[in-house]
């Protein structure tokens, strides 16, 4: 008797495939939801009869029952499909009272069963109507099939390989003749059942136990491809039956589908990637990130449930990261867009940050293995032998990514010694439970395959064992790491990130082990610096000091610890009292050890906090001490970084001959090694901060060019390290340089624009509150609103204020109140001076400006000649005895165009001259054009717009 649900019938323009729930009309399929379709199928089957309520609900509803609103609902959206492909005939009836009835004439297809039928050419599974992302596969698959005979689809589960296979079957049956024939063997348990299947699927009756010389007659025909879809569960059989045939069936074409390969003569082996993903953190809109076929899949999908979702470029970031969260899997990124109709895009997203949830149902015509992705992972675990079963659950405790010699180090044991459990991985890589990470031989588990194997894991009683194995590893790992000489241990680091989070998150656990987080902390403080991961660093640091014992105590552990914790606080929060204490404390710890690297680091961050309040007295104290603690060792690095604190110190005390002497010093007697080691430990470039100082003497000393040159050295060495402290800190100088020589050329807006963008994404509050400053003297220079631009200054104080980073807080101040003076309001550009209670008595390397910029304020505010005359005098004395002669040039500039009388001006004119003659380039540079203007001929004296113009 005919099994009915291998029938298709026909009615009207219609034919409905019972077998597979496909309503298709001339070849194109009819979209209907579940729900309709089951109605449509109990209707048509009992055509011309009436179906009651009841009925219905029953066959539809089995287990949970509906209302009749729900039964309306679904009739009436089975009604407009039908009508929307066939308008104007009636194929439902409405029977008050007693239910509904097909009142079409039905036909059915298919042909009766007996022991010579052979199935229709046709008869393959429903494509779906869009295949996303895989047209490349399509093409190349279908060339290897013509070219090569026999090709083996391998991936993981979920990738999509039945769903590409049945795309070739399709494109491919007209050059076969319809001769397509397609085996589904994912049920088969046994492996003598792999010809059966293939013989029934041809058609072919066999009465003998040995049915392949039938096969090979049968298929000896016409060409043909057969495809054999899942073999995992009997892949010896279609090994051994695959081989025979291709062997010996030349017209044979085949292509099977498997999540390893079958390793036979004559098999060509195409494995299967995910979909594409957008980078994570690409910051894409709508539509770039709609090039992506994972997130095309994800919105393609969601419209199912919802037909009027379109992708904002808001929420395009949640979609990228859904789809990498499922690791671009198409049946995984299937499962999620059934979510969304409940719970949103975003509430999605964070559903799988929370859990990986497996157990989400699919597309109810999806064969059994498919439903969930949890049954597509049983299904592919139950395949499994034992060892395989135990490793692949050991190796869940990877994050990101291991290689093999991590994995045997940590999952081997006296269960799984160390040669089982590398043949076990390199078996699961071969059986597509392992994923290759890159072209340098590394592995990873999909994160849906790592969360089955994590569960697995859970219910074995394994899991805190391995975890803790697994820290250990890490720690020896990143120790090792940290002894190396350079940052090149560190950097080497990098890629194991993700697993020294996940050793730290399970050792500070409530079932970890505190010991071995500190441990793994310590050894890992360099590797955070390195990596320029300064907030994460510091809260590791901070829980790991939390967690120290008296046992701890005054060793190097906790000095390591103390100094990483301080540098990041330093880093992210500015120079805070906790920062100074914990600095402070690191040093005696240094001193009690002996350890003359600790010592030099610690002074050296602690001579940064007075530089930077500024407190130059102690700075220079700190400075000193750094020289006492490095003479006489022989550590050249140590000498260099006492001659680099002292001569920075000197530079901003204004005492720039010595300061350039001793950064020079310190610039071409460093040791390389050293340098790279405080750069590891902390961060720190010394390198870069000399260039960035030396480049402003040069301006200073008169060489706007050699500053410029010197500015980029120390932005180009700044980007190679790719530390984002080094490159804010060479920024903020370059900017400074290039407002200085030509605020207008626009090289300070976009080394300011760069410098900004640094800043917000390391989260730098000293860097963010100098680039608002900076662009506070932008907007009133262009012509923007006053009062925007005042609150934008100020908010740049408080971030400054904040972070205790006071270097810059009087000369941004003065400069913004010149600015404001040259927009024409000298009143509001005085009230923003005086409210910055300049101490103009202060030795700054800025001061003779400070000076200069007052004295015009005086002059444009109506304070008198005299007054001015008075600041402008003191400024070009301090330019002078600092030896500043760009300082002096600005001041003698000032002074000639205020001087109104021809006695005064002629020796101001004079000085001017002088100080002009003096400069040996950068002669097109703003403040020269300025200076010539002013030495060419009569000035038109127009307060201190002109001068400054």
Same mark, same amino acid.
Request: net charge neutral.
């Given at each position: 008797?005919?099994?009915?649900?291998?029938?298709?019938?026909?009615?009207?323009?219609?034919?409905?495939?019972?077998?597979?729930?496909?309503?298709?009309?001339?070849?194109?399929?009819?979209?209907?939801?579940?729900?309709?379709?089951?109605?449509?199928?109990?209707?048509?089957?009992?055509?011309? $009869?009436?179906?009651?309520?009841?009925?219905?609900?029953?066959?539809?509803?089995?287990?949970?029952?509906?209302?009749?609103?729900?039964?309306?609902?679904?009739?009436?959206?089975?009604?407009?499909?039908?009508?929307?492909?066939?308008?104007?005939?009636?194929?439902?009836?409405?029977?008050?009272?007693?239910?509904?009835?097909?009142?079409?004439?039905?036909?059915?297809?298919?042909?009766?069963?007996?022991?010579?039928?052979?199935?229709?050419?046709?008869?393959?599974?429903?494509?779906?109507?869009?295949?996303?992302?895989?047209?490349?596969?399509?093409?190349?698959?279908?060339?290897?099939?013509?070219?090569?005979?026999?090709?083996?689809?391998?991936?993981?589960?979920?990738?999509?390989?039945?769903?590409?296979?049945?795309?070739?079957?399709?494109?491919?049956?007209?050059?076969?003749?319809?001769?397509?024939?397609?085996?589904?063997?994912?049920?088969?348990?046994?492996?003598?059942?792999?010809?059966?299947?293939?013989?029934?699927?041809?058609?072919?009756?066999?009465?003998?136990?040995?049915?392949?010389?039938?096969?090979?007659?049968?298929?000896?025909?016409?060409?043909? +491809?057969?495809?054999?879809?899942?073999?995992?569960?009997?892949?010896?059989?279609?090994?051994?039956?695959?081989?025979?045939?291709?062997?010996?069936?030349?017209?044979?074409?085949?292509?099977?589908?498997?999540?390893?390969?079958?390793?036979?003569?004559?098999?060509?082996?195409?494995?299967?990637?995910?979909?594409?993903?957008?980078?994570?953190?690409?910051?894409?809109?709508?539509?770039?990130? +709609?090039?992506?076929?994972?997130?095309?899949? +994800?919105?393609?999908?969601?419209?199912?449930?919802?037909?009027?979702?379109?992708?904002? /470029?808001?929420?395009?970031?949640?979609?990228?990261?859904?789809?990498?969260?499922?690791?671009?899997?198409?049946?995984?990124?299937?499962?999620?867009?059934?979510?969304?109709?409940?719970?949103?895009?975003?509430?999605?997203?964070?559903?799988?940050?929370?859990?990986?949830?497996?157990?989400?149902?699919?597309?109810?015509?999806?064969?059994?293995?498919?439903?969930?992705?949890?049954?597509?992972?049983?299904?592919?675990?139950?395949?499994?032998?034992?060892?395989?079963?135990?490793?692949?659950?050991?190796?869940?405790?990877? &994050?990101?990514?291991?290689?093999?010699?991590?994995?045997?180090?940590?999952?081997? /044991?006296?269960?799984?010694?160390?040669?089982?459990?590398?043949?076990?991985? =390199?078996?699961?890589?071969?059986?597509?439970?392992?994923?290759?990470?890159?072209?340098?031989?590394?592995?990873?588990?999909?994160?849906?395959?790592?969360?089955?194997?994590?569960?697995?894991?859970?219910?074995?009683?394994?899991?805190?064992?391995?975890?803790?194995?697994?820290?250990?590893?890490?720690?020896?790992?990143?120790?090792?790491?940290?002894?190396?000489?350079? #940052?090149?241990?560190?950097?080497?680091?990098?890629?194991?990130?993700?697993?020294?989070?996940?050793?730290?998150?399970?050792?500070?656990?409530?079932? @970890?082990?505190? %010991?071995?987080?500190?441990?793994?902390?310590?050894?890992? &403080?360099?590797?955070?610096?390195?990596?320029? +991961?300064?907030?994460?660093?510091?809260?590791?640091?901070?829980?790991?000091?939390?967690?120290?014992?008296?046992?701890?105590?005054?060793? $190097?552990?906790?000095?390591?610890?103390?100094?990483?914790?301080?540098?990041?606080? !330093?880093?992210?929060?500015? !120079?805070?009292?906790?920062?100074?204490?914990?600095?402070?404390?690191?040093?005696?710890?240094?001193?009690?050890?002996? /350890?003359?690297?600790?010592?030099?680091?610690?002074?050296?961050?602690? =001579?940064?906090?007075?530089?930077?309040?500024?407190? *130059?007295?102690?700075?220079?104290?700190?400075?000193?001490?750094?020289?006492?603690?490095?003479?006489?060792?022989?550590?050249?690095?140590?000498?260099?970084?006492?001659?680099?604190?002292?001569?920075?110190? *000197? *530079?901003?005390?204004?005492?720039?001959?010595? &300061?350039?002497?001793?950064?020079?010093?310190?610039?071409?007697?460093?040791?390389?090694?050293?340098?790279?080691?405080?750069?590891?430990?902390?961060?720190?470039?010394?390198?870069?901060?000399?260039?960035?100082?030396?480049?402003?003497?040069?301006?200073?000393?008169?060489?706007?060019?050699?500053?410029?040159?010197? #500015?980029? !050295? &120390?932005?180009?060495?700044?980007?190679?390290?790719?530390?984002?402290?080094?490159?804010?800190?060479?920024?903020?100088?370059?900017?400074?340089?290039?407002?200085?020589?030509?605020?207008?050329?626009?090289?300070?807006?976009?080394?300011?624009?760069?410098?900004?963008?640094?800043?917000?994404?390391?989260?730098?509050?000293?860097?963010?509150?100098?680039?608002?400053?900076?662009?506070?003297?932008?907007?009133?220079?262009?012509?923007?609103?006053?009062?925007?631009?005042?609150?934008?200054?100020?908010?740049?104080?408080? %971030?400054?204020?904040?972070?205790?980073?006071?270097?810059?807080? =009087?000369?941004?101040?003065?400069?913004?109140?010149?600015?404001?003076?040259?927009?024409?309001?000298?009143?509001? @550009?005085?009230?923003?001076?005086?409210?910055?209670?300049?101490?103009?008595?202060?030795?700054?390397?800025?001061?003779?400006?400070?000076?200069?910029?007052?004295?015009?304020?005086?002059?444009?505010?109506?304070?008198?000649?005299?007054?001015?005359?008075?600041?402008?005098?003191?400024?070009?004395?301090?330019?002078?005895?600092?030896?500043?002669?760009?300082?002096?040039?600005?001041?003698?500039?000032?002074?000639?165009?205020?001087?109104?009388?021809?006695?005064?001006?002629?020796?101001? =004119?004079?000085?001017?001259?002088?100080?002009?003659?003096?400069?040996?380039?950068?002669?097109?540079?703003?403040?020269?054009?300025?200076? $010539?203007?002013?030495?060419?001929?009569?000035?038109? $004296?127009? @307060?201190?717009?002109?001068?400054?113009?």
């Amino acid at each position: 008797m005919n099994d009915p649900r291998g029938r298709v019938l026909s009615f009207g323009p219609f034919e409905l495939s019972i077998r597979n729930r496909l309503l298709s009309k001339d070849a194109t399929v009819v979209p209907l939801g579940a729900r309709a379709m089951d109605l449509l199928i109990v209707l048509v089957e009992h055509a011309n $009869r009436v179906v009651g309520r009841r009925t219905l609900i029953e066959r539809v509803w089995p287990k949970r029952g509906a209302e009749q609103v729900s039964l309306r609902v679904h009739i009436s959206a089975l009604r407009k499909a039908l009508d929307q492909n066939d308008p104007g005939r009636r194929y439902i009836a409405n029977v008050p009272g007693r239910g509904y009835s097909f009142i079409v004439p039905v036909t059915a297809l298919s042909p009766p069963a007996s022991e010579d039928y052979r199935p229709s050419k046709h008869r393959l599974p429903a494509r779906l109507m869009r295949m996303l992302g895989r047209s490349d596969a399509l093409a190349v698959i279908q060339m290897k099939l013509v070219e090569q005979k026999f090709v083996t689809i391998v991936g993981t589960g979920g990738i999509g390989k039945t769903t590409l296979a049945v795309a070739v079957a399709h494109e491919m049956s007209s050059a076969f003749d319809g001769h397509v024939h397609f085996v589904d063997l994912s049920t088969l348990g046994d492996a003598s059942l792999v010809a059966p299947a293939l013989a029934a699927a041809l058609g072919v009756s066999v009465r003998t136990n040995n049915v392949v010389p039938a096969l090979i007659d049968r298929l000896r025909e016409t060409p043909a +491809l057969v495809i054999f879809d899942g073999c995992e569960p009997s892949i010896e059989g279609v090994s051994a039956v695959a081989e025979e045939l291709v062997r010996n069936v030349p017209t044979l074409h085949l292509l099977a589908t498997s999540r390893e390969a079958m390793r036979v003569e004559g098999e060509h082996v195409y494995e299967l990637g995910t979909l594409d993903c957008p980078p994570e953190d690409g910051g894409l809109s709508a539509r770039d990130a +709609l090039q992506y076929p994972s997130v095309q899949l +994800l919105v393609d999908r969601v419209r199912v449930v919802r037909n009027d979702f379109a992708l904002t /470029d808001q929420e395009a970031p949640i979609a990228v990261r859904i789809c990498r969260r499922l690791d671009g899997i198409p049946l995984a990124i299937e499962l999620a867009a059934c979510r969304v109709d409940i719970f949103g895009l975003s509430g999605t997203a964070r559903l799988l940050d929370e859990r990986l949830n497996l157990s989400w149902p699919g597309r109810r015509t999806a064969p059994s293995r498919h439903q969930t992705l949890n049954a597509t992972l049983e299904w592919s675990f139950d395949l499994l032998g034992e060892a395989e079963k135990r490793v692949l659950s050991r190796l869940s405790v990877f &994050a990101g990514g291991f290689t093999l010699e991590a994995a045997v180090a940590v999952v081997a /044991d006296e269960i799984v010694e160390e040669a089982s459990a590398s043949d076990c991985v =390199w078996e699961l890589r071969s059986k597509s439970m392992i994923a290759a990470q890159g072209q340098d031989g590394r592995l990873r588990l999909l994160d849906t395959t790592r969360g089955f194997a994590l569960q697995r894991s859970a219910e074995s009683g394994e899991q805190d064992l391995f975890c803790r194995r697994h820290a250990l590893y890490f720690t020896d790992l990143f120790r090792q790491g940290a002894a190396m000489d350079g #940052s090149g241990g560190s950097k080497a680091l990098a890629i194991e990130i993700d697993n020294l989070r996940a050793g730290l998150n399970w050792a500070f656990s409530a079932t @970890g082990d505190a %010991k071995i987080g500190v441990e793994l902390a310590a050894a890992s &403080a360099s590797a955070w610096m390195a990596m320029a +991961l300064l907030t994460e660093c510091r809260d590791w640091m901070g829980k790991a000091i939390s967690h120290l014992d008296r046992m701890n105590s005054g060793t $190097r552990q906790e000095m390591v610890l103390q100094a990483a914790f301080a540098s990041c606080v !330093m880093f992210t929060g500015g !120079m805070t009292d906790r920062s100074y204490t914990t600095w402070a404390k690191a040093l005696r710890l240094a001193e009690g050890l002996g /350890d003359v690297d600790y010592q030099v680091d610690a002074l050296l961050v602690l =001579w940064a906090h007075e530089l930077r309040v500024p407190n *130059y007295p102690e700075a220079i104290r700190l400075a000193d001490r750094c020289g006492e603690v490095s003479q006489g060792t022989g550590h050249l690095g140590a000498v260099a970084t006492a001659n680099y604190m002292r001569g920075i110190t *000197y *530079y901003h005390t204004g005492r720039i001959v010595e &300061a350039q002497g001793l950064l020079e010093l310190s610039l071409h007697r460093d040791d390389e090694a050293s340098r790279q080691l405080l750069i590891k430990r902390f961060g720190y470039d010394r390198k870069v901060d000399n260039l960035a100082g030396l480049a402003t003497l040069a301006w200073l000393r008169g060489s706007p060019d050699q500053a410029r040159r010197f #500015s980029g !050295m &120390a932005v180009a060495e700044a980007r190679q390290s790719n530390r984002a402290v080094n490159l804010c800190g060479a920024l903020t100088f370059a900017c400074f340089i290039a407002y200085l020589t030509d605020p207008d050329d626009g090289e300070a807006v976009a080394l300011v624009g760069e410098l900004a963008g640094y800043a917000d994404k390391h989260a730098l509050h000293n860097y963010q509150g100098f680039c608002l400053g900076m662009q506070a003297f932008y907007k009133v220079r262009q012509g923007g609103e006053i009062g925007a631009a005042s609150a934008m200054l100020q908010a740049g104080l408080e %971030k400054l204020s904040t972070a205790r980073y006071g270097i810059f807080d =009087w000369f941004l101040q003065a400069e913004f109140a010149r600015c404001l003076a040259q927009a024409n309001r000298p009143r509001e @550009g005085l009230e923003a001076f005086e409210r910055a209670k300049i101490d103009l008595d202060q030795s700054r390397w800025y001061g003779p400006e400070l000076h200069r910029i007052r004295g015009e304020l005086a002059l444009g505010n109506g304070e008198g000649l005299a007054v001015s005359r008075q600041y402008l005098l003191r400024a070009l004395e301090l330019a002078n005895r600092q030896a500043s002669l760009s300082w002096a040039l600005r001041a003698a500039t000032s002074l000639v165009v205020a001087e109104k009388s021809e006695g005064r001006r002629e020796p101001a =004119w004079h000085a001017l001259q002088s100080t002009y003659a003096k400069f040996q380039e950068g002669l097109d540079t703003h403040d020269l054009r300025l200076a $010539r203007h002013v030495l060419g001929g009569p000035s038109q $004296r127009d @307060g201190v717009v002109v001068s400054m113009r």
